[in-house]
């Protein structure tokens, strides 16, 4: 078997297994769309508008992918530990194909899960009353963060998973590696609002800067976000360097997960 068709086969079995239940796609999607329909909304609401280019409803819209996106690889990685312990992931180490195919397989997966659930959420923040214009050329640079980012998310979960012993210590690190980091990433606010030390530390989280180059494609041409991260004056430039920041996020966490799935699959 090539090594393409052996990806394509782990890749359909990852998927049977992590979405043969709409339940398993829907409840991750029940926080962001939270936000998106009823938090988002009454935030605008009770600050009388948001005094920027941005409408906020799509400014927050835009940051609920940086809560969706952590919270579904997480889930996605938390099915490897269920594998690992009572699944078919012994059987697979024995099989012919190389290790790092298992990690690229349900890297893959779960990229997919996390666009379709992106998709539902865009649907019901477009609903709500969202905007989001932003051409061609914007499209590209949110579809481009989008993948990166999701895939050096899964990167983490698939770490987490092959470094803990058990899934109830995996579920007590997950809120600090998908959640508390989107509170000072730009998400409900711009980090300018942030207290100095902490709008310094926000420039240093990957998702400061996906968050940037998502609202410049979709919603902020002027890249008031990237604005605030690099203060260049060139938004081209801006972007172009926070999009460099998660790709390098994305080999990193790529590259060490493999080389943690290997290590495990060996002790």
């Known amino acids: 078997m090539s090594n393409v068709a052996a990806l394509a086969t782990l890749s359909r079995r990852r998927f049977a297994l992590s979405a043969h239940t ?8 029940l926080t962001p769309i939270l936000f998106a329909l009823v938090i988002a909304p009454a935030l605008r609401d009770s600050f009388g508008g948001f005094h920027s280019p941005i409408a906020y409803l799509s400014f927050v819209a835009l940051g609920t992918v940086g809560l969706l996106v952590p919270l579904s690889a997480m889930f996605a990685g938390l099915g490897v530990i269920v594998d690992r312990e009572s699944g078919a992931q012994r059987e697979l180490l024995a099989a012919p194909i190389p290790r790092p195919l298992l990690v690229l397989a349900n890297m893959s997966v779960a990229l997919s899960i996390a666009l379709l659930q992106l998709v539902a959420l865009f649907v019901a923040a477009l609903a709500r009353g969202a905007d989001f214009s932003g051409g061609v050329r914007g499209v590209a640079w949110f579809a481009a963060t989008v993948v990166l980012f999701t895939v050096a998310m899964y990167g983490l979960a698939e770490i987490l998973a092959s470094r803990v012993h058990s899934s109830e210590e995996y579920v007590g690190a997950v809120p600090a590696i998908a959640i508390v980091p989107w509170f000072f990433a730009g998400a409900l606010f711009p ?8 709008a310094v530390a926000a420039k240093f989280f990957p998702l400061t800067h996906a968050l940037a180059v998502m609202r410049y494609g979709l919603v902020d041409p002027h890249g008031t976000g990237l604005h605030a991260i690099w203060n260049l004056g060139n938004t081209t430039l801006e972007a ?16 060490f997960a493999v080389r943690a799935f290997t290590r495990r699959a060996v002790q």
């Open 22 to 29: 709409p339940r398993e796609l829907v409840v991750p999607l």
């Open 191 to 198: 980090i300018s609002a942030l207290p100095g030390a902490l």
């Open 240 to 255: 172009g360097l926070s999009l460099g920041v998660v790709a390098v996020f994305t080999l990193a966490a790529t590259r």
